[in-house]
């Protein structure tokens, strides 16, 4: 089930058609690259928010260019409440992607109870390929897992297609 070679974010952006969509439910992540912004953030509540910058410019050039092809690209976010200091500087941001083309929703945990979900924050492509991605407790990235079962693609855009419908708008979601 599980495929060998999990491609990278860019190849599998690049690999859309039609669609790319999102579920994201954490309420921390460990990321490497955005550790010095987000302690930063945490002190001086100050961000990085230049699109141009090396760290915001090739991941919303990708965005751009996908949606650029006629991908419609939508993330879900499944937050708790309160929400997190993560999830705050998440959203200070999320701005820079919907420019970008890319379409934001989130959802409190509590509305999310009855929707039946993957163990893991997932990308699905074209309803048919999952790259689900794997973290370790503290939110550092693992290697991800890359299927095209279509039992799991079921699974992923019926869990994400439910979070959508229930989910807020960005510019509506306050934090």
């Known amino acids: 089930m599980w495929q060998s070679n999990v491609p990278g974010f860019n190849e599998l952006l690049e690999s859309a058609r039609q669609s790319a969509v999102h579920l994201e439910m954490r309420d921390s992540y460990g990321v490497g690259e955005e550790a010095a912004d987000f302690e930063r953030w945490k002190v001086t509540g100050v961000q990085n928010l230049d699109p141009e910058s090396d760290h915001w410019k090739p991941w919303l050039d990708l965005i ?13 976010r499944i937050v708790s409440e309160p929400v997190t200091d ?11 992607t919907e420019q970008a083309g890319e379409e934001s929703r989130w959802l409190t945990r509590s ?12 990308w699905l492509i074209d309803s048919k390929a999952v790259r689900f991605n794997l973290f370790s407790g503290d939110g550092a990235g693992l290697e ?12 992923c855009a019926t869990a994400f297609e439910a979070v959508w419908e229930r989910a807020v708008p960005y510019g509506e979601f306050k934090v």
């Open 144 to 155: 991800g897992q890359y299927t095209g079962d279509p039992a799991v693609a079921r699974l």
């Open 86 to 96: 993560y999830i705050r500087f998440e959203h200070a941001s999320t701005f820079l």
């Open 111 to 122: 509305k999310a109870s009855d929707i039946a979900l993957p163990g893991n924050d997932f």
């Open 64 to 76: 751009s260019g996908t949606v650029a092809r006629g991908v419609v690209v939508r993330r879900a």
